[in-house]
């Protein structure tokens, strides 16, 4: 089992900045890809940014590129810390933001192969 908690959001103007943070725990986290993932009101779930265990790989989605850093504390093999930085936030930007690991590949990594969700945390831009 994998337990995620995320904290960090809020409410910012547009231009602004916040970091997410997701403190994620278990005995099979070790290895997993992990990511964040957002949904807007009336939209589907989609990828924003995903992070390797093993060597820090990165890839992040076209929307987000060079305003979102994604980045990752491992304390032990079963606990880590998630982090979201993002920079220059839009009213587009406004979603619940979700912690995720995955059991795919940073490369392919869609909702369909997340084993587990945090509970999201809400981030609004006002213009």
């Known amino acids: 089992q994998v337990q995620l908690v995320e904290s960090g959001g809020g409410l910012v103007q547009a231009g602004g900045s916040l970091r997410l943070s997701c403190v994620a725990s278990g005995r099979t986290l070790s290895g997993r890809p992990m990511a964040w993932f957002r949904q807007a009101p009336g939209k589907e779930r989609e990828f924003v940014a995903g992070i390797t265990w093993i060597g820090g790989s990165t890839r992040y989605a076209d929307s987000v590129k060079g305003r979102f850093t994604i980045s990752r504390n491992i304390a032990k093999n079963t606990e880590s810390i998630l982090y979201l930085q993002m920079n220059s936030l839009t009213p587009e930007d406004t979603a619940v933001y979700y912690c995720?690991?995955?059991?795919?590949?940073?490369?392919?990594?869609?909702?369909?192969?997340?084993?587990?969700w945090g509970q999201g945390t809400q981030v609004t831009v006002s213009s």
């Open positions: 995720a690991a995955s059991r795919g590949t940073l490369a392919t990594m869609r909702r369909d192969d997340v084993d587990y």
